[in-house]
């Protein structure tokens, strides 16, 4: 059965770091694209990072471009997504997600992607 779970959410200062991770069950996750998404309250989700399988390209939103980083770890079948620097409005919920189409690159697109893990909390505040 497929599964995306999510983790690593917390409370965390600004400034501060935290590594959320996005572990599978029932899909080999170097065959796909993995995006991590986020949304707070009150607002669109909207993409925050992906990762392609085909090429191991990664692809950031401008507003975390030099303080998240994606990567992965195709032995755990895990993505990670260290997160730097955090700032207040980084606070929502994380979200990541799969496309099944084998190795097509990632885009930061809802629509793109097939499945969806459940989200963990970030929450960023003094």
């Known amino acids: 059965q497929l599964q995306l779970v999510e983790s690593g959410g917390g409370l965390v200062q600004p400034g501060g770091s935290l590594r959320l991770s996005c572990a599978a069950s029932?899909?080999?996750?170097?065959?796909?694209?993995i995006g991590w998404f986020r949304q707070a309250p009150g607002k669109e989700r909207e993409g925050v990072s992906c990762i392609s399988s085909s090429d191991g390209s990664t692809y950031y939103a401008d507003s975390v471009k030099g303080r998240f980083t994606i990567s992965s770890d195709n032995a755990k079948n895990t993505v990670y997504l260290q997160m730097n620097s955090l700032k207040p409005e980084d606070t929502a919920v994380y979200y990541c997600?799969?496309?099944?189409?084998?190795?097509?690159?990632?885009?930061?697109?809802?629509?793109?992607?097939?499945?969806w893990g459940q989200g963990t909390q970030v929450t960023v505040s003094s």
């Open positions: 997600a799969a496309d099944l189409a084998l190795f097509r690159l990632c885009v930061l697109s809802m629509h793109q992607y097939d499945y």
């Open positions: 029932g899909l080999t996750l170097g065959y796909y694209a």
